[in-house]
């Protein structure tokens, strides 16, 4: 039974409320979990479902109840698409050939390269950056200059009071001609988070939407998630680039951070790829990626920075500049616009289109 009716649930003996207390019971109860009043008055609970494919799973067994957190952020992502689908179409934009270019029967290496030349995600120019950190901001760059909107969001709209749970979904992807969407759960870690990011784009390349809960380390039973994964992972670390750098002889935390280094990935997604080269046995490669995703989660996380920056990586860069030019224009109200950006202060609207350069 969903939370939302769980709330209601009355002790035997106790009085039940009636009238106006009731009425206010149940709007406290629909704020509280994010439930539509009208909801209450059901015979039965309703079944919510996540309108696009669902490849999440807990144990082989697909994930059948989708919290409201999950549900309406892919409804506003939704609503931002189809927003920005008509904006491109005005704009004469290119439909995004690239969308649906391959099949999971492809070769995933074959592919991935493609991707990484389309891209133009050059191995050697993230070796000369500074951090990972870094290769994951130009990675997002990069696609969305190739016409991806990414949105990597921590919280539900911007909300911060409802924050998004990385072990329900990692990230999801909406397939559309003119305007390809990428969602990453920003609560997730920054390892985390260039690998969904390197996963939902081959979801793109094949023309699938889909909400996924993958990882470096995942072994999914369904076969496309496992070629996104195999994609993912040729993308951001060549397995041929990687057997040449790798040294089997040395101490194994000593070759992760220093290929960590070189590839500017996680030291999980050079793990993988230890695995995949043959370094690691499969229990030995768990056992070594539980430790080092332990450590690396009890590395304090760094919050704050600046708020104009963040609300436009929240929504997408190239939707955000869309939205102000668009409302500069005349084309879109600010009313639209508050509500497509998620704030209300035509302030905030306006300091967020001088801080982007708009």
């Given at each position: 039974?969903?939370?939302?009716?769980?709330?209601?649930?009355?002790?035997?003996?106790?009085?039940?409320?009636?009238?106006?207390?009731?009425?206010?019971?149940?709007?406290?109860?629909?704020?509280?979990?994010?439930?539509?009043?009208?909801?209450?008055?059901?015979?039965?609970?309703?079944?919510?479902?996540?309108?696009?494919?669902?490849?999440?799973?807990?144990?082989?067994?697909?994930?059948?109840?989708?919290?409201?957190?999950?549900?309406?952020?892919?409804?506003?992502?939704?609503?931002?698409?189809?927003?920005?689908?008509?904006?491109?179409?005005?704009?004469?934009?290119?439909?995004?050939?690239?969308?649906?270019?391959?099949?999971?029967?492809?070769?995933?290496?074959?592919?991935?390269?493609?991707?990484?030349?389309?891209?133009?995600?050059?191995?050697?120019?993230?070796?000369?950056?500074?951090?990972?950190?870094?290769?994951?901001?130009?990675?997002?760059?990069?696609?969305?200059?190739?016409?991806?909107?990414?949105?990597?969001?921590?919280?539900?709209?911007?909300?911060?009071?409802?924050?998004?749970?990385?072990?329900?979904?990692?990230?999801?992807?909406?397939?559309?001609?003119?305007?390809?969407?990428?969602?990453?759960?920003?609560?997730?870690?920054?390892?985390?988070?260039?690998?969904?990011?390197?996963?939902?784009?081959?979801?793109?390349?094949?023309?699938?939407?889909?909400?996924?809960?993958?990882?470096?380390?995942?072994?999914?039973?369904?076969?496309?998630?496992?070629?996104?994964?195999?994609?993912?992972?040729?993308?951001?670390?060549?397995?041929?680039?990687?057997?040449?750098?790798?040294?089997?002889?040395?101490?194994?935390?000593?070759?992760?951070?220093r290929l960590a280094r070189r590839f500017k990935v996680s030291t999980l997604v050079v793990l993988r790829r230890v695995h995949d080269a043959g370094g690691l046995a499969r229990e030995s490669f768990r056992r070594a990626y539980d430790g080092e995703?332990?450590?690396?989660?009890?590395?304090?996380?760094?919050?704050?920075?600046?708020?104009?920056?963040?609300?436009?990586?929240?929504?997408?860069?190239?939707?955000?500049?869309?939205?102000?030019?668009?409302?500069?224009?005349?084309?879109?109200?600010?009313?639209?616009?508050?509500?497509?950006?998620?704030?209300?202060?035509?302030?905030?609207?306006?300091?967020?289109?001088?801080?982007?350069?708009?």
């Amino acid at each position: 039974m969903p939370s939302a009716f769980r709330v209601l649930t009355v002790p035997a003996g106790a009085e039940t409320p009636s009238g106006p207390a009731r009425g206010t019971l149940l709007r406290r109860a629909a704020a509280a979990t994010h439930t539509p009043f009208g909801c209450f008055f059901a015979p039965c609970p309703p079944a919510e479902r996540v309108p696009i494919p669902d490849f999440r799973t807990i144990r082989g067994e697909a994930i059948r109840r989708p919290s409201p957190d999950l549900l309406d952020t892919i409804y506003i992502s939704q609503q931002q698409q189809e927003w920005y689908r008509e904006y491109a179409r005005v704009a004469g934009e290119r439909p995004f050939a690239l969308v649906g270019s391959a099949k999971p029967t492809d070769d995933a290496v074959a592919v991935a390269a493609r991707m990484r030349d389309a891209l133009a995600f050059d191995v050697d120019e993230r070796r000369q950056m500074s951090t990972w950190t870094d290769a994951l901001r130009r990675f997002i760059e990069q696609a969305e200059n190739l016409g991806i909107l990414v949105m990597v969001n921590g919280v539900v709209g911007s909300n911060n009071r409802r924050k998004l749970d990385p072990a329900e979904f990692r990230g999801f992807a909406l397939c559309d001609q003119l305007a390809p969407l990428v969602f990453v759960n920003g609560a997730d870690t920054k390892a985390g988070q260039m690998f969904t990011l390197a996963h939902e784009i081959a979801h793109l390349w094949v023309g699938q939407s889909a909400l996924t809960d993958v990882e470096p380390r995942s072994r999914p039973t369904n076969s496309l998630e496992k070629w996104c994964n195999s994609v993912a992972a040729e993308l951001l670390v060549p397995l041929a680039v990687f057997r040449r750098g790798f040294d089997p002889g040395a101490a194994l935390q000593g070759e992760l951070d220093r290929l960590a280094r070189r590839f500017k990935v996680s030291t999980l997604v050079v793990l993988r790829r230890v695995h995949d080269a043959g370094g690691l046995a499969r229990e030995s490669f768990r056992r070594a990626y539980d430790g080092e995703l332990q450590r690396l989660t009890s590395v304090p996380r760094t919050g704050g920075g600046d708020f104009y920056l963040t609300t436009a990586a929240r929504v997408s860069k190239r939707f955000a500049r869309a939205v102000v030019s668009s409302t500069w224009e005349a084309r879109a109200s600010f009313t639209e616009a508050s509500h497509l950006l998620s704030f209300k202060k035509m302030s905030t609207f306006r300091e967020l289109g001088q801080s982007q350069g708009w």
